[in-house]
C-alpha cells in the first residue's frame, strides 16, 4: 500500500540479538579469527533466521545461540545497538525500545551494567546520527537462575532513566511458566522500574493472567493467545493493557496456526489496545514496513488504522510523559506531512 513505508513507525518489541545483520557477523568472526560455517552473508542466513520448517517457539530460539558468541564484549554490544537504530532509521521509526538479556552476553568477562551501558551507548550514538529516539529494555531469561535475574533487575536500576527505561522476561515460556518469577519483578516493583512481560505466546491465557495478576506486568508481549480466555481477554480490554503484537515471529513460533487464523483485526475490533513490532527483524526476516504490509494486505488495515497503530505504541511507551509529548508533536507532523489524518 502506498505510504506504508514512509508512514512514521514505533517498534516497541524488539531484540537486539535478533536484528543482528549478517555483513555485521561475517565482521566480528573476521575480527576475532573465530571460523563461520558460510563465507558470504547469503550463506550465513540459514543460521540466523528461520525458515518454514520452524515448529515451536524452542526452535525459533535456536537461532539466537549462533549469534551470541559474537555479542561478548563492549564494542560489538555497542556495534550491534548503533546498527539497529541504523535499520529502525531506514524503516522510518521515530522511536524504538531495543530490549536484550544481558546475561547472555557476559561469558567473556563483561559484567551486567558492563552490558547495559555499552548497548545504551550504542543507541545513542545511534540516536545522534540518524534521529531516532532508542531505549533499552534489559531482559531477565526465564531458564536463568533467579539470583541472577534478581541481578539483572539490580543493575537495571543503575540505569533508570539514563537510557533504560524497563525490564522483561522472555525465553522458553511453555517450560519456565512465569509464577517462579513473583519475587523478580516485586523488586522490579520496589525499585519503580515499569515492565512487560512475554506471556500467551508459547503458553495459552493462563500465562497472561499470572504476568498481569501475579507479577504486575504493565504491557504484555505478544499476548496473541488472550482469546483462549475471554473473561481474561474483558479484563485486559476494560485495563487497556497494551499487547504488544508481532505477527511474523508469532506465526513463525505457531503460537498462531497461521496467517489466516491471526486474531488482530478481532482484537481491533474488540477495542484491545494494540501495538505491532518486530520482535526479530533478522530471525524472523522482517522490518516494521513488512508487518505493516502485512496487515494491509491480509487483514485490510488501512494507512490511517495502521497509523493508530503507531500512536497506540507511542501512547504505551516506557516514556516519561513529556519525551512522549514531543514525540507525539513530531508524529503528528509527520502524519500531517503525509497527508494522513487520523
Ligand atoms: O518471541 C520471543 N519469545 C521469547 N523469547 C524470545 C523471543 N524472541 C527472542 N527471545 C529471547 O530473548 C533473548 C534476548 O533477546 C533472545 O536471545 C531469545 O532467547
Ligand atoms: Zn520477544
Same mark, same amino acid.
Given at each position: 500500500?502506498?505510504?506504508?513505508?514512509? +508512514?512514521?513507525?514505533?517498534?516497541?518489541?524488539?531484540?537486539?540479538?535478533?536484528?543482528?545483520?549478517?555483513?555485521?557477523?561475517?565482521?566480528?568472526?573476521? &575480527?576475532?579469527?573465530?571460523?563461520?560455517?558460510?563465507?558470504?552473508?547469503?550463506?550465513?542466513?540459514?543460521?540466523?533466521?528461520?525458515?518454514?520448517?520452524?515448529?515451536?517457539?524452542?526452535?525459533? +530460539?535456536?537461532?539466537?545461540?549462533?549469534?551470541?558468541?559474537?555479542?561478548?564484549?563492549?564494542?560489538?554490544?555497542?556495534?550491534?545497538?548503533?546498527?539497529?537504530?541504523?535499520?529502525? &532509521?531506514?524503516? /522510518?521509526?521515530?522511536?524504538?525500545?531495543?530490549?536484550?538479556?544481558?546475561?547472555?552476553?557476559?561469558?567473556?568477562?563483561?559484567?551486567?551494567?558492563?552490558?547495559?551501558?555499552?548497548?545504551?551507548?550504542?543507541?545513542?550514538?545511534?540516536?545522534?546520527?540518524?534521529?531516532?529516539?532508542?531505549?533499552?529494555?534489559?531482559?531477565?531469561?526465564?531458564? *536463568?537462575?533467579?539470583?541472577?535475574?534478581?541481578?539483572?533487575?539490580?543493575?537495571?536500576?543503575?540505569?533508570?532513566?539514563?537510557?533504560?527505561?524497563?525490564?522483561?522476561?522472555?525465553?522458553?515460556?511453555?517450560?519456565?511458566?512465569?509464577?517462579?518469577?513473583?519475587?523478580?519483578?516485586?523488586?522490579?516493583?520496589?525499585?519503580?522500574?515499569?515492565?512487560?512481560?512475554?506471556?500467551?505466546? &508459547?503458553?495459552?491465557?493462563?500465562?497472561?493472567?499470572?504476568?498481569?495478576?501475579?507479577?504486575?506486568?504493565?504491557?504484555?508481549?505478544?499476548?496473541?493467545?488472550?482469546?483462549?480466555?475471554?473473561?481474561?481477554?474483558?479484563?485486559?480490554?476494560?485495563? *487497556?493493557?497494551?499487547?504488544?503484537?508481532?505477527?511474523?515471529?508469532?506465526? *513463525?513460533?505457531?503460537?498462531?496456526?497461521?496467517?489466516?487464523?491471526?486474531?488482530?483485526?478481532?482484537?481491533?475490533?474488540?477495542?484491545?489496545?494494540?501495538?505491532?513490532?518486530?520482535?526479530?527483524?533478522?530471525?524472523?526476516?522482517?522490518?516494521?514496513?513488512?508487518?505493516?504490509?502485512?496487515?494491509?494486505?491480509?487483514?485490510?488495515?488501512?494507512?490511517?488504522?495502521?497509523?493508530?497503530?503507531?500512536? /497506540?505504541?507511542?501512547?504505551? &511507551?516506557?516514556?516519561?510523559?513529556?519525551?512522549?509529548?514531543?514525540?507525539?508533536?513530531?508524529?503528528?507532523?509527520?502524519?500531517?506531512?503525509?497527508?494522513?489524518?487520523?
Amino acid at each position: 500500500m502506498h505510504l506504508i513505508k514512509e +508512514l512514521p513507525k514505533v517498534d516497541l518489541h524488539l531484540h537486539l540479538d535478533g536484528g543482528i545483520l549478517p555483513s555485521t557477523i561475517l565482521e566480528l568472526a573476521a &575480527a576475532s579469527g573465530a571460523s563461520l560455517p558460510a563465507s558470504g552473508t547469503e550463506g550465513l542466513l540459514p543460521y540466523m533466521q528461520v525458515d518454514a520448517n520452524c515448529e515451536s517457539l524452542v526452535d525459533y +530460539l535456536e537461532k539466537f545461540n549462533f549469534v551470541l558468541p559474537f555479542l561478548q564484549d563492549r564494542e560489538s554490544l555497542k556495534r550491534a545497538a548503533f546498527e539497529i537504530v541504523e535499520s529502525a &532509521a531506514a524503516d /522510518n521509526c521515530i522511536y524504538i525500545e531495543v530490549r536484550f538479556a544481558p546475561l547472555l552476553h557476559i561469558h567473556k568477562g563483561l559484567t551486567v551494567p558492563d552490558a547495559i551501558r555499552s548497548v545504551i551507548e550504542g543507541l545513542n550514538e545511534g540516536e545522534a546520527r540518524y534521529g531516532v529516539k532508542a531505549r533499552v529494555i534489559a531482559i531477565c531469561m526465564r531458564h *536463568q537462575p533467579i539470583d541472577d535475574n534478581l541481578e539483572v533487575v539490580r543493575a537495571a536500576a543503575l540505569f533508570l532513566g539514563k537510557g533504560l527505561v524497563a525490564v522483561d522476561l522472555a525465553g522458553d515460556e511453555a517450560n519456565h511458566p512465569p509464577a517462579r518469577f513473583r519475587e523478580v519483578f516485586a523488586l522490579a516493583r520496589q525499585l519503580g522500574i515499569p515492565y512487560t512481560i512475554h506471556a500467551g505466546e &508459547a503458553a495459552g491465557a493462563d500465562s497472561i493472567e499470572e504476568a498481569i495478576e501475579g507479577l504486575g506486568a504493565v504491557r504484555i508481549g505478544h499476548g496473541v493467545r488472550l482469546r483462549e480466555n475471554p473473561a481474561l481477554l474483558e479484563v485486559v480490554l476494560a485495563r *487497556q493493557i497494551p499487547l504488544e503484537l508481532c505477527p511474523t515471529s508469532n506465526i *513463525q513460533t505457531k503460537a498462531v496456526s497461521g496467517w489466516a487464523d491471526y486474531p488482530i483485526r478481532d482484537y481491533w475490533d474488540r477495542g484491545l489496545l494494540l501495538t505491532v513490532n518486530t520482535d526479530n527483524p533478522t530471525v524472523s526476516g522482517t522490518s516494521m514496513t513488512g508487518e505493516c504490509e502485512a496487515l494491509a494486505e491480509r487483514f485490510r488495515f488501512t494507512i490511517e488504522e495502521l497509523a493508530s497503530l503507531m500512536r /497506540n505504541a507511542l501512547n504505551v &511507551a516506557f516514556l516519561p510523559a513529556n519525551e512522549k509529548a514531543a514525540l507525539r508533536e513530531e508524529f503528528d507532523r509527520r502524519l500531517s506531512a503525509l497527508g494522513i489524518a487520523i
